[in-house]
Structures are given as structure tokens and as C-alpha cells.
């Protein structure tokens, strides 16, 4: 598709060394509005999942609006892509407690293999 907005991407406006200062997500519309941007050159990161990231560098000289729009590339097969993950937490706790449904069963023994086989004839 070309054209389509990416709903969800994350813009991030960089610092020092091409760290993130802070960040925003896309609304449904494809659209972030960030405020508050020093004047001069500032550079920006966009990230979709699926999608090559983007780097922009936009000139910012007053404090009118400025529009700016990025053209994502889509990832290729064979090719590396950024993906966004989230971390998940887990309680820590010394035992695990789990329902008998969902607690693992027993090692089964294991039928011992023959070594040698007897003919009756």
C-alpha cells in the first residue's frame, strides 16, 4: 500500500549522540504533535514494526506549526527490520504455584530396551 498511515509509530526527538529525549506515539490518524522543540536543527527518529526505521533531521526557526511527513519503507524478506518489544513482568516468588491443571506432570518411566531377544520356537 502506499500512502496509508502508520497508526502506532513512535517518533522520538534525539539528543546527544542520537539518544532519544523523548518520544510519542502515533494516533489512529498517523499523526504526532510534538511541542516545545528547540530552534535550529533537531533530529527525530521514526519507528513502526515492519517497517525500516527512519531518521529526519528538521529545521525548526519560529514558533509556528510545522508539518513534516515520513515515508516508511517496508521491511524485506532476508532483511534486518525494527520490531518494538514490550518487557513483561513476572512476579518473583521462591515457589512456583501453580493449578494442578496447569502443573506439569510426573516424569513417566521409561520402557528400559531390550538387549536381547528370546525365540521360542
Known amino acids: 500500500m502506499t500512502g496509508a498511515v502508520l497508526p502506532h509509530a513512535t517518533v522520538s526527538l534525539l539528543g546527544a549522540e ?6 510519542a ?3 489512529e490518524r498517523g499523526e504526532v504533535a510534538l511541542t516545545d522543540l ?5 533530529g527525530f527518529l521514526v519507528i513502526a514494526p ?5 531518521r529526519l533531521t528538521v529545521t525548526v526557526r519560529d514558533a509556528n ?9 517496508i521491511g524485506t524478506i532476508g532483511e534486518t527490520v525494527q520490531v518494538e518489544t514490550k518487557p513483561v513482568q513476572v512476579p518473583y516468588s ?3 504455584d501453580l493449578p ?13 530396551k531390550r538387549k536381547w531377544w ?3 520356537r
Open 50 to 54: 515492519g517497517f525500516f526505521s527512519r
Open 25 to 27: 506515539t502515533a494516533d
Open 38 to 42: 528547540p530552534l535550529g536543527d533537531s
Open 94 to 96: 521462591q515457589t512456583l
Open 100 to 112: 494442578a491443571a496447569a502443573a506439569p506432570a510426573s516424569p513417566q518411566a521409561t520402557p528400559r
Open 65 to 73: 506549526e510545522k508539518q513534516v511527513e515520513a515515508a516508511l519503507v
Open 18 to 23: 542520537d539518544r532519544p529525549i523523548r518520544s
Open 118 to 120: 528370546q525365540i521360542f
